[in-house]
C-alpha cells in the first residue's frame, strides 16, 4: 500500500497519516503488508497520482481551526469525482524547541524555523529567548535536519523550531514544548482513496458534500439547509466557495453527522439531489472524536423504515396498479 | 350498487350523488348495474351500514363555504380505519321560489321552508313577496313535497322555498331561482367506500389526511408543515379538531393538492408518519375542477426517481454489504 | 357592575363567572361594589347588550376539551372589533347525582336530566343505578329545581343529574360525585369587556389572535407561523374558522404565550400584520394556569431593547439624516 | 483627501479606485479638492493608516469572481469597528499584450510579465505567439513599466501581458485585448472609510455584515436565516471564515440587499443581533448594478410603519401604563 501525504517528512499531514495507520493496524497481525509513505509538495500533484494508480491513498489538510478551509484540499475534493474520503484525523497543532544536545534556554543563541512558524511563536521567543538570533529555513523539517548534518561543534547554543514529530524523526533534545502563542489550534485531515469503497456504519460517523445552489432563486440556502432539518441531520461544518461562474456564486461544502447507511442521512441526500444543480458525495467515515450523535426517535431507522412500509402498504391499494 | 346519502331525498348531499353517478355512468354501457340511494339521518349511522357491508359507498358533506368543515363528517371520517374518499363533489347552495302551477310574484301570500333555509333568504322575500305569510315546515324537502300532496285547489298562492332538486323532483313550476342572500355559497362532499381500493392517478387529485402532532414540543405543527413545503406540496385545507384528551390539543383535517401515487405525496407522507403520533390517510381522488397542480422539476416524480438511484448506487458502494 | 353569562343559572359558565368574581374580590375591602349576574340564552345576544352598554362584562366558554372550540362565541368574538378578553377560567366538567334527601343508590328509581348530560353519564347509570327510569328536562338546571319545588313527599325515590354548582344552588344532597364516563373534562372560559382596557401584564399571559391569511400563494400559514417562531413565541391553541368567503378560505384563532407588553409578543404581532390581510387583536390577559412561559435570552425584552437601541444608534450615522 | 489602495500602481484596485473617483467627482465643480492615491503593499497596513488618520478612505478587493473571498480583506473587515464600507466598484478581471511601439503578433518574441497572470492567459499565448519567450517580472504593472524605462532600440519584439489601466498608464501600444483564457472574471472592490458616516439610501444598495452563530445549538444558521427570510431580505453573497476558536466554528460574511435605512433591514438586523452572538455591521452602499430589489407589499417602509402604529396604539390601551 502506498500511502501519499503534503511533505515534506514530519509535516503534520505526515503525523496525520502515521496517527491513521496506528489505528488501522492496531488490531492486525505481525507481518502483514507494509505501508510506504510518500511526501508530496502539493495535494493536487498527489491526487493525480492518486487517479493514475501510482497511490493507494492521500492525506490530505481539509480544515485549520485558525486559517479555516484549506482551498488547495477543498478545490481538489471538489473538482475530482472518483475519490473516497475513507478516514478524518484531527491533529493538535504544536511546536517544540529543540537541539541536538541538552542545554539550558539561556544557552541557546540561534534559533532556526520557517518563517510561518516563527510568527506562530514569537511571543514566546521574545519572553523565553530574547538574546538569540532568529535564522530562517526552508521548512521546520529542514531547520531541524540541519542540526544533525552538520558537525556537532556546530550545534553549540543553536537550536530549531519544528513539529514533536520532527525532533523526534532527527533524534533531537526537546528544550521547550507548547511553545506557541495561542494554544489548542488543530488541523483536521483526511485520508483520501479511489477505490470508490465506502467505511460500513460505526454509528459515530461523518458525511462530507459538496453543494451547489439554483442561482434563479433567493431562498435556495434556506430550501437546501431545510432538507438536513426535516430529517434531523446536523451540520457540522459548512464553508463556501466560488463556483467561478461570476461574483456572488458559490458552492458549499459541507460535512454533516451521520453515515449514508443512516437513513436520514440517505432521505436528506435524496431531497437535496432533488433541489441542487449539484450534490457531489465525497464518503462516509468514522469521526475522528467517535462521539455519537444525538438524534430522536423520529429520525431513527426504524421510522423511516415504518414509514416506507406505510407507504407502500397504502400504494398497493391504488387500483389498477 | 347501494348508495348512501345524509336525507331526506332532495337535499343537496343528494344532488352530489347524483352528479357523482352521473359522471360514472357517462361513458359506460347501457343496461349497468343500476344504483340504488339509499336516505339517512345522519353520517354516523350511513357510515355503520358502510361497514356492515349493507352499503357500498357514502355521500357526505365535509366542508361549507360559510360555515366550515362539517363535524360530523370529520369526526366519523377520522375515527374509522377502513374506509377511502374515492371522489369529492362541489355543489352550489342556492335556493328556488317553487309553485305547483305557474304565477306571479305578487300572486304569493304563503311561503313554506325549513327555518334554516329561510334565513338565508329573508332579506329576498323581503324586497319580492313582502306580503306573503312565511310558515315552517320540517325539512325544504318537505315544503316541496307538501305542495304535490295536497289537493291542487288548496295550492292557490302557495310557494315552497327549496333546493332546484327538490323542485325538479316534485315537478314544481320555478318562479325565482338564486334567491338566497349572499350568492356564491358552497358545499363540498365526499364519497366514502370501504373496500380499501384508491382511484388512479389522473394528475388532478386531492389526498385527504387526518394527523395528530406530538403534544411535548412546541413548533410541532411548523415541523409538520415543513415536510409538506421541502416535498412542494400544498396544502388546500387545514382544520383544527379536538382530540378530546385536554384543552389545545388538536388532529388536524388536511387536503392536499396531489394524489399518493405522485413521489411527492408520498415522501411527504413518509416524513409526516414519522413526525406524527398519529398520520391517517382518508383517500386519493380527482380533484373536482379538474386543476392540475404548478409543480417545479425538483418535484416532479422523475427528480424523486434520479435522486432514489443515485442513493441507491452510492450505498451499493458500502464496505461489507 | 353588571356581568352576562350564557344561562341559566348553575350552568358551568355560571360557575366559571363565580370563579372569576371570588379571584377579583380576594383581596379587596368589604363593601366594594356588588356584582349583579345576568343569565342569557346566547353569545351573540349577550354581546350585543354588552355593546349596547347595558352589560359591563361577558362570560362566555371558548373552548371545550371535548368538542372544540365554542363556534357561537368564537364568531362572535371574530366579528366584533371593540371587545376585550380579559381574564381566563377552566373549569373542569363534571357531574354529580343529586336528591332533596339523603338516599342510597339503589333507592334511585327515577333519573332526571338534560339529554346531553344524559349521554355523558349513561355508563354509570346502567352501572350504579340500573333499575332507574331515566326522564328528560329541559336543562340540568331544571332537572335539578325540580326537586325542591315539587312536594316533598314526591320527591322519594327521585334524583337528578346535575353540575355540583346546581345541587350546591338548590340545597341537595349529593349521592354520587364524578359520575361522567369520561372524567378530565374542561371548558375555558373568557371574561370580555368593551372598555379597551387591557390588563398589565402579570409574566404568566396569554394573548387571543383572529388573523387571516392571504389567498394568492401557498406557504402562507408558513410564512405566518414563521412571525411566531422567529419571536420564540409559542401556540398554545390554533383553530381554523371558515371565512364565509369560498371554499377552502379559513380564518385562524389563536392563543399565544405571552402578553402584548412582551417584546417578543409585539414583534411578532408587527409582523403578522405585514404579512396577513387581517390581524385582530382580542386581548391579553393572566393565565389561568399561572405557568411562565419558557423563554431563552434571546427573546427576553432586554435583547429586544439592547437590539433596537443599536439599530438606532447606527441610524443616526447615515448621512443627511 | 488621501486614497490608499492595494498597490503597485495600475493594480485593479488602483482602476477600481479611479472608477470610484470619476463617478463622485462628475457632477462637482472644477477645482474641487485634489485626490491624493497611496499605493500600500497589504490591506491590513493601509487599513492602520486609515485608522491612524493619515489616510480618508481605502480601496479593497472583497471578492473573486474565480478565487471568492480575498481573506486578507475580509479578516481586517471582521476584525476592525471602526471602519465602514461606503461604495463598492466592479472591475472585469482582462488583460492586454502591450508593446513600446505597433507590430505584429508574429513580431513578438519575449513577453514579460508577473507568474499569476501568466497562468491566466497561457492559452492564448500558445496559439498567438507560440514562438515568444516568457520572462518573469515582479508584477504586471513592472512588465508594463519595463517597457518604457528601457533604450526603445532594446524593446524591439518584446511586449507585456498587463491590465488595459497599466497599457494606458505607461504609453504603450495594444497589440491585443481580452487575451484571458476564460473571459468574464471580475473582482468587487469596496471602498472603506472611518468617519463612521453611512452613505444616504439610493433605493438600490447593499448592506454588509459578519455575524457569528451560538455555538450550543445545532440549527442556527437556519435560525438566522430565518431572521431574514420574515423580513423579506435577501442575501446577495455568503461565505464562511473560521473564528479562529476552534474546528468547525466560523462567522459568516453576509451582503444582504437593501439598506440600513429600510425598515426590513433594520428587523431583520434587529432579529440577528438578538440570536446571534456577534453582529458587526460593515455599511450600507449603492449597488454597483444600480439594481432595486424585488421586495412585496408586505416588507416596505409603509407596511413596517402602519405595523408598528398599530401595536403602539394597542399597547397605550393596556392598563397602569
Redesign the interface.
Known amino acids: 500500500m502506498r500511502y501519499g501525504f503534503l511533505g515534506p517528512e514530519t509535516t503534520f499531514t505526515h503525523q496525520a497519516l502515521l496517527q491513521a495507520l496506528a489505528q488501522q493496524t492496531a488490531g492486525e497481525p505481525a507481518g502483514s503488508e507494509e505501508a510506504v509513505l510518500v511526501p508530496f509538495t502539493s495535494v493536487a500533484t498527489a491526487a493525480t497520482d492518486l487517479l493514475a494508480g501510482d497511490l493507494d491513498a492521500l492525506m490530505a489538510p481539509i480544515?485549520?481551526?485558525?486559517?479555516?478551509?484549506v482551498s488547495g484540499t477543498l478545490d481538489v475534493l471538489a473538482a475530482t469525482s472518483d475519490i473516497?474520503i475513507v478516514a478524518e484525523e484531527?491533529v493538535p497543532i504544536t511546536f517544540v524547541l529543540a537541539a541536538r544536545e541538552p542545554m539550558q534556554l539561556d544557552e541557546v543563541d540561534q534559533v532556526a524555523s520557517h518563517t510561518h512558524a516563527q510568527a506562530q511563536v514569537q511571543g514566546w521567543l521574545r519572553a523565553n529567548v530574547p538574546g538569540a538570533a532568529v535564522v530562517p529555513a526552508s521548512s521546520t523539517a529542514a531547520a531541524a535536519k540541519q542540526l544533525v548534518t552538520v558537525p556537532q561543534e556546530e550545534t553549540l547554543g543553536r537550536a530549531a523550531i519544528c513539529s514533536p514529530l520532527a525532533a523526534e524523526h532527527f533524534g533531537l533534545e526537546i528544550l521547550a514544548r507548547g511553545i506557541e502563542d495561542?494554544p489548542?489550534a488543530?488541523t483536521?485531515f483526511v485520508l483520501v482513496t479511489r477505490d470508490?469503497?465506502?467505511?460500513?456504519?460505526t454509528g459515530a460517523d461523518k458525511t462530507t458534500l459538496v453543494i451547489q445552489l439554483p442561482h434563479d432563486r433567493?431562498?435556495a440556502?434556506?430550501?437546501a439547509?431545510?432538507?438536513f432539518?426535516?430529517n434531523g441531520v446536523?451540520?457540522?461544518?459548512?464553508?463556501?466557495?466560488?463556483t467561478?461562474?461570476?461574483?456572488?456564486?458559490?458552492s458549499f461544502s459541507i460535512?454533516i453527522e451521520g453515515h449514508?447507511?443512516d437513513r436520514r442521512v440517505?432521505d436528506a441526500?435524496?431531497?437535496l439531489?432533488?433541489?441542487c444543480p449539484i450534490v457531489h458525495?465525497l464518503g462516509?467515515y468514522p469521526r475522528a472524536d467517535g462521539r455519537h450523535p444525538a438524534t430522536s426517535e423520529?429520525?431513527a431507522d426504524a421510522?423511516?423504515d415504518?414509514?416506507?412500509e406505510?407507504?407502500m402498504a397504502?400504494?398497493r391499494?391504488?387500483?389498477?396498479?
Open positions: 480544515e485549520n481551526s485558525v486559517e479555516g478551509g473516497t484531527i495561542t489548542g488543530q483536521r470508490g469503497r465506502i467505511p460500513a456504519r433567493s431562498g440556502l434556506l430550501e439547509l431545510h432538507q432539518q426535516t446536523n451540520l457540522s461544518r459548512i464553508e463556501s466557495r466560488p467561478g461562474d461570476a461574483l456572488g456564486r458559490y460535512d449514508l447507511a440517505g441526500l435524496r431531497g439531489r432533488r433541489v458525495y462516509s423520529a429520525t421510522a423511516y415504518a414509514a416506507h406505510w407507504v397504502l400504494s391499494q391504488i387500483t389498477g396498479r
